[in-house]
């Protein structure tokens, strides 16, 4: 699990490097507490990356999370820190049971809870109009995904129906958001391995 947030905070340091990079971090970390862990999460290695981002200049950082997941270790650890924003669209109600639309932190929370079994396009613009909500009067010098894949039709732990063209296209309008400022992605969910495959190839194939 140390090695897990290691694999992050290596990330981060390619990604400042060099633009972007992704971390294939395993165990996950978005539901972990600062003394709890939860949910196959240990260490909330994307925090840890934020912070790191941090200590080499980066002062302000978004998280984006589109695991089907709500981010409750994530929200927990940042909520109170403005410099940190975090936006996550997750299936509601559901596993954690956290991540209602009024948990809004410092104003730096931007929780987007959805059913499962919309049609793909309309998790797609809500998580984007949510992530421009975040931008309005701010700007990250950095920006990190966690990226869940088992928000991915036919993942067995979430009824979302993305698929990973939807993948593509969020990383691609994360990325021109940024304007060349580093996009990390750090790994999460995915539990059928085909397509936890499929989508790792797709985001990374969009931040290469
Ligand atoms: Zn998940």
């Given at each position: 699990m140390l090695a897990s947030a290691g694999v992050a905070l290596t990330a981060v340091e390619q990604g400042i490097a060099s633009g972007t990079a992704f971390g294939a971090t395993?165990?996950?970390?978005?539901?972990?507490?600062a003394a709890q862990s939860m949910g196959f999460c240990f260490v909330n290695n994307v925090v840890i990356a934020a912070r790191h981002a941090q200590t080499l200049g980066c002062a302000r950082v978004l998280i984006v999370d589109w695991d089907v997941h709500h981010g409750n270790g994530t929200q927990a650890l940042v909520e109170?820190?403005?410099?940190i924003r975090f936006v996550s669209m997750h299936q509601y109600p559901?596993?954690?049971g956290t991540g209602a639309a009024d948990e809004r932190g410092v104003g730096n929370v931007f929780n987007v809870p959805r059913p499962g079994g919309l049609p793909r396009a309309t998790y797609v613009r809500d998580l984007l109009a949510a992530v421009d909500a975040a931008l309005t009067s701010w700007t990250p010098d950095l920006l990190l995904v966690s990226a869940?894949?088992?928000?991915?039709?036919?993942?067995?732990?979430g009824e979302f129906t993305l698929e990973p063209d939807d993948i593509t296209q969020w990383t691609e309008a994360l990325r021109e958001r940024m304007q060349g400022r580093p996009v990390v992605g750090v790994l999460e969910g995915g539990y059928r391995l085909d397509l936890l495959a499929k989508g790792v190839s797709a985001h990374v194939r969009a931040l290469a």
């Open positions: 395993r165990p996950p970390g978005h539901h972990a507490l109170a820190d403005p410099s559901w596993y954690p869940g894949f088992d928000s991915l039709a036919g993942d067995p732990l």
